[in-house]
């Protein structure tokens, strides 16, 4: 299809109007018995295009390029020394039937991601300095600071701050979602959305430039400009079909002696599946994940995460909410809480991490008055120091924070407390002293399991975590989401080495928060920016950036990678089968030039419309993994070995404080190594291997969410019960965990466990009896 062709639509239109007009008038002048008058009709219909054609070719041949248009170009001169004007007609009217075609399709698909440029805001509201009255501005000249107003059903023209009592808002162009949003005076907004309720003020915190949906548009611009993998593949194989065309064509004609079969060869020839499949496919996904919130930076991207085979998670902020609860405080006794509060978080607000950032949140929710922290350096990951107030103050991990300063006497104690809870914790040094600790609890994101499950679905076979936590933390986040493997207490560099050294086995996906993450989402295949805003959307590093902070972003991102690469391999495949048989048809005779023309162009079109089915959402529900009455009976067979074990844990919740210390530590010990070595491995398989198949067959969003909240509170208590059971024995008397706190670990491990197995019981008797019906 010709590119010189290909720059306007009008062109396309006016080109197959009047090749349609000429082929019509010709036909009505030979029917009525003027078949010279109807040949010039043909003939000019087809100069004309061979005519533009020509001129395409010597442009690529002056570009030392080749085109495949040179076949079509052959197909019409060949039909015209031949004598054959009708066929040279029909042959410019398919041609330009396909090349209107193409762009129809190539438009079709770029729909979403053109509807997203052209809506960028263009012009903001502001109030002037005076009299209060308002101005109607350029979007590109608000300035940081500006009070504007964002009328009723308005595009919230640059990021800012709220400064009425609320602003209802439609996000769906940035999110996907089409729920309206509510935020309160002081919430952070982003441009690009529009104004669902009343008029309201706000505060510019980032010029046009700098804003979301300024960034939006800059990637999607270059994505669009961005030549995947397979297109490029799928050019190079189109340049080999000219000569074998020419080949076959040229067979025809000295095996056969007839001209003609020769001409239907090169008639029949299209290498549209080649060179219109791929892109527009490609472009139809991208599409298709702007539409959803996902912002993929090109079809390179798009058919690398199609590739991805193991995937990193960092943990916090992207497997945990991000906003944490605050524990408690050690001050060591050195000062009062909240003074050690103000001190940390006027250092952290030098700190885009999510702890800092928490640290700050509470620190103003308390109403403390922060002062400007002074020469602050930050590794990334780990911690930072700082002046505040004259004092030289560190706030980081624990490894951080004790490199080079001796951990304090409570220590220790504040450690154990914080592998209880699942906590993870900041510790604070100041002047050299180590004054006190922050713990926190980072809750697990609701649907993180659910993303796991659908990302192996979606062909990941290792999911990782990358953490600079403690490792007690980041065990439970994955045991809790069954993740392959865990590392913890890394630094930058660790991190970056483990990606490098996976990605170099296979391909690779890290998601992170798209700030402190840089240096492991620009090291990894494809980089995934989770909740990205502003200046962020924009940044190098990563490769697909999640307009929304939902994980189950990732899983849909990947779904709809491999749909569209699947579509884009299926129209090439199938496209150009139907091309070669119906060149080898046309060299045996059987296809003569008319009817090859039209097969041609039927081709075509069946190859475009099976390619735009990537903007789709896929149809059709897909066939429910069988489960036979042998698995069903497999696991009545489990929950019977079971049993026992269950009994002994809620007899050893009824004794153990009757118990002697010594004997009630020696029984937990001994239950807890059975827990390990049996209930673990049989919940962990059913949440990896069967919960998957029998969401499938249920249905529904989510089916055993409940069940699965149950195996990670068991995985916790376990995980719980040991600790606080080695410390106990481990501990001089004065500092180990008691005898009834050991208790209220266990009697809630026993009531989550009988519960469990209750509701899996009853729900596998039914799921078994429905089977059956």
């Known amino acids: 299809m010709s590119q010189f062709l290909k720059k306007s639509i009008y062109t396309d239109t006016a080109l197959l109007a009047f090749s349609l007009l000429a082929l019509a008038s010709g036909s009505i002048l030979h029917w009525i018995g003027k078949p010279i008058l109807a040949d010039w009709f043909w003939i000019a219909s087809a100069l004309l295009v061979a005519t533009l054609l020509l001129i395409e070719s010597v442009i690529r041949l002056w570009h030392r390029e080749v085109g495949v248009d040179l076949i079509a170009l052959l197909a019409i001169t060949g039909a015209l020394l031949l004598d054959q004007s009708l066929v040279a007609a029909v042959i410019a009217v398919m041609l330009t039937g396909g090349q209107a075609l193409e762009a129809y399709a190539l438009r079709r698909a770029q729909q979403e991601i053109s509807q997203l ?54 996000e769906s162009s940035l999110t996907g979602e089409s729920q309206l949003v509510n935020h309160g005076q002081g919430s952070r907004i982003h441009s690009g959305s529009v104004n669902a309720g009343m008029p309201f003020d706000m505060r510019a915190s980032h010029p046009a430039a700098q804003s979301t949906y300024s960034g939006i548009v800059r990637q999607v611009e270059v994505a669009q400009q961005s030549r995947a993998p397979l297109t490029r593949m799928a050019d190079r194989f189109a340049l080999l079909f000219i000569p074998l065309t020419l080949g076959v064509a040229a067979m025809a004609w000295l095996l056969s002696g007839e001209v003609m079969r020769a001409l239907a060869v090169l008639v029949v020839a299209t290498p549209c599946p080649l060179i219109l499949a791929a892109p527009v496919a490609i472009v139809g996904g991208l599409s298709r994940c702007a539409k959803r919130g996902i912002l993929v930076k090109g079809g390179a991207v798009l058919e690398a995460l199609a590739g991805a085979r193991i995937l990193f998670f960092d943990k916090t902020g992207t497997l945990t909410t991000g906003k944490m609860l605050l524990l408690s405080i050690e001050t060591g006794g050195y000062m009062e809480e909240n003074t050690l509060l103000q001190l940390v978080a006027s250092l952290a607000q030098a700190s885009t991490h999510v702890t800092s950032q928490n640290i700050v949140r509470i ?19 780990a911690g930072l120091r700082g002046m505040v107030d004259g004092h030289q103050l560190v706030l980081g991990s624990y490894a951080y924070a004790t490199r080079n300063t001796p951990p304090s006497d409570w220590a220790q104690a504040f450690l154990r407390q914080m592998d209880y809870d699942d906590a993870t914790g900041s510790f604070i040094v100041m002047n050299g002293v180590m004054i006190g600790a922050l713990s926190f609890a980072d809750q697990l994101r609701e649907d993180a399991p659910r993303a796991v499950r659908k990302l192996r679905q ?27 493997e865990v590392h913890a207490q890394l630094h930058p560099a660790d991190k970056l080495a483990l990606i490098k050294k996976s990605a170099a086995e296979m391909p690779s996906i890290m998601v992170g928060d798209g700030i402190n993450d840089a240096p492991a989402l620009a090291a990894a295949g494809v980089g995934i920016a989770m909740g990205a805003r502003g200046a962020t959307v924009a940044s190098d590093t990563a490769g697909v950036v999640l ?86 009976t497999q696991i009545e067979q489990e929950h019977i070995v079971l049993a026992p074990l269950l009994a002994r844990t809620h007899d050893l919740t009824d004794r153990l404080l009757q118990l002697p210390k010594d004997t009630a530590l020696t029984e937990l010990t001994e239950l807890i190594t059975q827990l390990q070595q049996h209930l673990l491995p049989h919940e962990q398989q059913d949440e990896a291997k069967l919960y998957p198949k029998l969401a499938k067959k249920l249905g529904g969003d989510d089916p055993l969410a409940a069940l699965s909240q149950s195996h990670r509170e068991i995985f916790r208590l376990i995980r719980q019960l040991e600790r606080i059971t080695a410390d106990a024995i481990s501990l001089p008397a004065t500092s180990a965990p008691t005898m009834h706190e050991i208790h209220r670990v266990l009697h809630r491990l026993d009531v989550v466990l009988d519960l469990h197995f209750t509701q899996e019981n009853e729900l596998f008797r039914n799921f078994d009896v429905r089977e059956s019906l």
Not at 587 to 608: H, K, N, R, S, T
């Open 547 to 632: 307009l929304t902070d939902r994980l189950d972003r990732v899983a849909e991102a990947l779904t709809i990678a491999h749909r569209t690469h699947g579509i884009a391999r299926q129209s090439i495949v199938f496209g150009m089968g139907l091309s070669l048989l119906a060149m080898f048809a046309a060299a045996l005779g059987y296809l003569p030039p008319i009817a090859g023309a039209v097969l041609q162009e039927v081709i075509d079109i069946a190859v475009i419309a099976n390619a735009l089915r990537a903007i789709g959402a896929k149809r059709g529900a897909t066939a429910s993994p069988s489960l036979s009455t042998e698995v069903f």
């Open 117 to 170: 440029i052209e809506r960028a805001p263009t012009y903001a509201w502001r109030y002037k300095d005076k009299d209060e009255g308002l101005e109607k501005i350029p979007v590109a000249t608000v300035a940081i600071g500006d009070r504007l107003l964002v009328r009723s059903g308005e595009l919230v023209p640059v990021d800012g701050d709220v400064l009425t009592a609320v602003a209802v808002l439609d």
């Open 458 to 484: 979606a062909g990941i076979q290792r999911i990782v975590i990358l953490t600079g936590d403690r490792l007690e933390s980041a065990q439970s986040v994955g045991t809790a989401i069954g993740v392959d």
């Open 363 to 381: 620190a103003q929710e308390r109403g403390l008055e922060l002062s400007t922290p002074e020469h602050v350096t930050e590794e990334a990951g």
